[in-house]
């Protein structure tokens, strides 16, 4: 199982300021990337459509990807 299940549990867990930077990306993502949809993938937050995976949020120690 996976360390987060959920992509708010995976961004919540992150050290701050990092979540905010997490939060604010996260919203692009979902107001822009039409049709995608989100979910833990490869241990990180993954968007894709339909089966194809289309972008990542990955946390690092003082920044994110």
Known sequence: MPKHSTVDEYIAAMSQPLRDAAEQTRRVV???????ESTIKWAHPTWSIGKKPVCYLKAATRHVT
Not at 30 to 36: F, H, V
């Open 30 to 36: 979902d107001e822009y990337l039409e049709g995608a």
